[in-house]
Structures are given as C-alpha cells and as structure tokens.
C-alpha cells in the first residue's frame, strides 16, 4: 500500500504546477486550500453514504476519491505522506483510548 500511496504522492506534487486546465490537480491546487479542504469533506460523506447504504463498491470508490484528495490536501500543507504514515506507526499496538486521552487538551 505504501507504494501506491506514494506513487499517486509523487505524481500529485509533479502535477500541481501543471496547466490548470490539463490536471485536474493543479485546478483544485489554484482554487485553494478551502476547495481543497472541502473537497476532503464531501468525499468523506460520499464515503460514509456508501457504507451506510452497505454499496460496498460505491465504499471503495469513495475511499478511493478521499485517499486522493487528503493527498492533494497534504500537499497542498507540505506535509509529507510519510509524516502521517510514521504517526500511523507510532499508534501501532497502543489502545485508541489511550492514545486519545494521552493527546493534549485544548
């Protein structure tokens, strides 16, 4: 999975300075973080739609658009996937209401 990540990482950061209107990528990097932001939003609902309604294909394309578009978010942050892969692995055996409850408070 690594790989596939971080093959559509590379291919996201080559294309957003390409010509807006040939990468889809580059057209949503030139609206904005908030596009972008938003764009994160919506397919997150469409993802969880998709589960409720147990379309597990609809799921998987869903999950799929949100994948890409945390990556054009990330990016767009400079924030590097590996960064929220090695908090991934830091959280790796430990309880997630451990792992909440050590967060800071805001």
Do not use: C, W
């Not at 990468?23 to 908030?34: D, H, I, P, Q």
């Not at 394309?61 to 830091?90: K, M, N, Y």
Request: net charge negative.
């Amino acid at each position: 999975m690594r790989a596939t990540l971080h093959h559509l990482e590379q291919t996201i950061l080559q294309r957003r300075t390409a010509d807006p209107t040939a990468s889809y990528v580059a057209k949503l990097t030139a609206r904005g973080r908030a596009k972008i932001a938003q764009k994160v939003g919506e397919e997150a609902v469409e993802t969880v739609i998709a589960a409720m309604a147990d379309d597990r294909a609809g799921a998987v394309g869903e999950s799929a658009d949100l994948l890409f578009h945390l990556l054009v978010l990330l990016a767009d942050l400079d924030i590097p996937l590996d960064s929220v892969l090695d908090e991934l692995d830091r959280r790796e055996g430990m309880s997630g209401l451990a792992e909440k409850a050590a967060r800071p408070s805001d």
